[in-house]
């Protein structure tokens, strides 16, 4: 039985149970300088106090011994001991080359505990963390420059690559990329995983887990709760979850809101209270497990744990109150017509609009600013066009940089960017650079079969690791379709193609240049189960 296998076989049974923070009880360790030096960074010219990842090769029985406090305490899944081992994170400390040894120590600690505890009882699983870094891709340091990010997507990627194949390597079940406040940094998280799994050809379930801002319940970058699991619905994750953010009686809402949205299983790990002056958590166990208690009454959640501030002792508590409590129902709704922006757009049956016929107007002006390299005003254009109703935008742009400098003014404003974008190009690296700067979960293309199957196949798996649906045209090597005929050849090759590759039905958009009452239109609904047609 796969790991995934034996995660949803106890999931139908019972609330899982995770760990609780492991900065809160390294801080009770009292460590100094000299703990997270240890021998091999004696001399090392910058300060590393703080570093915790670090004591993964420092002070590996420290680490230990707070996996097994968690597994004694009943902990199904321990989370590994590195949430800022990327290279990013660890820069700051003059050791970002040591991503890889800190991950790969991280899990082969919490595998060696995990393994010793299944020995003589359950089975334990070990979650591999890997953290948002303190950047976003799609947050603005300087509003007067928009094109000024603090990290990229490629820098990301790679970070992550790294972080991610460390954990691998070092013998994790799952990788749970956790406290989310950007979803554009979890996609590159994403990116870089499913890079990892192909070339391995290897499953390795995902947790997803955002921390909300606020009172309103989105992340920090602007995305609602419902957003956020639209906008990663494509990842197929084995669970949504909600983490950090409050504590549990302050997260209850937005853990009702997830429990809705998810279309998988769904999980919490909030924080114990929060900091007092001292930076210590001074809620109890018992007064956090009885808020908790209320997410299992309502069947909220499949998974339970705790961050900042909770301790074994937290954990034990909330254990004792999950025994009594059935788990989440697993949800009926596949929610495979879901798009975001910074809201999500529901598309019922199985139509796209994107406004061909009636947006003329829209696409001169928008034009005319782009050529004109006027990117403030082709946004309020958009934004316009967004006021008078439109559900999804078309930007339809040719070169990489404009692409990318368009993009870089229209997410910033929050009226423009709270519906789903269509990038389209003719050119597949505009895609991409568009693709790599949308948080939200929209539509690229045209693709199309006129460069062959292989290249087809290659674009399509690109947009969907990206996170968007292929709007696919009919075209193939002989040109554009013009008869019934050729429309429902080339119509059915892409989709027998796709199909045989183990594309996604839900990620195929049909754009037949017809009126939505011709007679392709009614044969890919019958004939293509799943897919979408621009109407």
Request: aromatic share 10%.
């Amino acid at each position: 039985m796969s790991v995934r296998e034996q995660l949803n076989s106890i999931a139908e049974k019972r609330i899982i149970i995770l760990d609780g923070g492991m900065g809160s009880l390294i801080q009770s360790l009292h460590l100094n300088e000299r703990d997270f030096r240890g021998s091999e960074f004696a001399k090392h010219p910058t300060p590393l106090e703080g570093c915790n990842d670090l004591l993964c090769l420092t002070r590996p029985a420290a680490i230990s011994t707070i996996h097994d406090a968690y597994l004694d305490a009943g902990a199904d899944i321990i989370e590994t001991c590195s949430f800022n081992a990327t290279s990013i994170s660890l820069s700051d400390y003059g050791i970002g080359n040591l991503a890889y040894d800190i991950s790969a120590a991280a899990a082969r600690i919490a595998r060696k505990s995990a393994d010793k505890y299944s020995a003589i009882g359950k089975q334990r699983f070990v979650a591999g963390s890997i953290g948002p870094t303190a950047k976003g891709a799609s947050l603005y340091p300087d509003i007067n420059d928009p094109g000024r990010r603090s990290i990229c997507w490629d820098e990301l990627e790679a970070a992550y690559y790294d972080n991610a194949r460390g954990l691998l390597d070092g013998g994790v079940d799952i990788f749970v990329i956790e406290t989310v406040f950007d979803t554009l940094n979890a996609k590159a998280a994403f990116f870089a995983v499913s890079r990892l799994m192909e070339e391995r050809q290897i499953d390795v379930p995902i947790m997803i887990s955002a921390a909300i801002s606020g009172e309103s319940g989105q992340l920090l970058s602007g995305q609602s709760i419902e957003a956020f699991c639209a906008s990663l619905v494509y990842v197929k994750p084995w669970a949504f979850a909600l983490n950090c953010s409050f504590n549990a009686q302050k997260l209850f809402p937005f853990v009702r809101r997830l429990s809705e949205a998810a279309p998988c299983l769904a999980g919490a790990y909030p924080n114990a209270g929060l900091p007092n002056a001292f930076g210590r958590y001074e809620e109890t166990a018992e007064i956090m497990s009885a808020n908790i208690e209320e997410y299992f009454k309502e069947g909220l959640v499949n998974i339970i744990g705790g961050c900042c501030g909770s301790t074994p002792a937290h954990i034990v508590a909330i254990a004792k109150k999950a025994q009594s409590y059935k788990p989440r129902k697993f949800p009926d709704n596949p929610r495979r017509g879901f798009f975001a922006g910074l809201q999500p757009l529901c598309i019922a049956d199985n139509a796209v609009n994107f406004n061909n016929a009636a947006n003329s107007a829209f696409k001169t002006d928008f034009s005319k600013y782009i050529g004109e390299g006027s990117y403030e005003d082709a946004v309020d254009t958009v934004r316009d066009y967004v006021d008078d109703g439109a559900q999804v935008v078309s930007i339809e742009i040719d070169d990489e940089r404009a692409m990318g400098k368009f993009l870089d003014f229209a997410l910033m404003n929050p009226y423009a960017a709270k519906v789903p974008f269509f990038i389209k190009s003719a050119n597949f690296n505009v895609l991409e650079a568009g693709l790599k700067r949308l948080q939200g979960r929209g539509f690229a293309g045209h693709l199309n079969l006129k460069d062959g199957d292989d290249e087809f196949i290659r674009r399509a798996r690109l947009v969907l690791r990206y996170g968007a649906a292929a709007v696919v045209n009919l075209i193939d090597e002989k040109g554009q379709a013009e008869t019934f005929e050729r429309k429902l050849e080339i119509a059915q090759r892409v989709y027998q193609l796709l199909q045989k590759n183990g594309y996604p039905p839900e990620n195929i958009v049909f754009d037949t240049l017809a009126p939505p009452e011709d007679a392709i239109h009614s044969w890919i609904r019958d004939n293509c189960p799943g897919v979408l047609i621009c109407a």
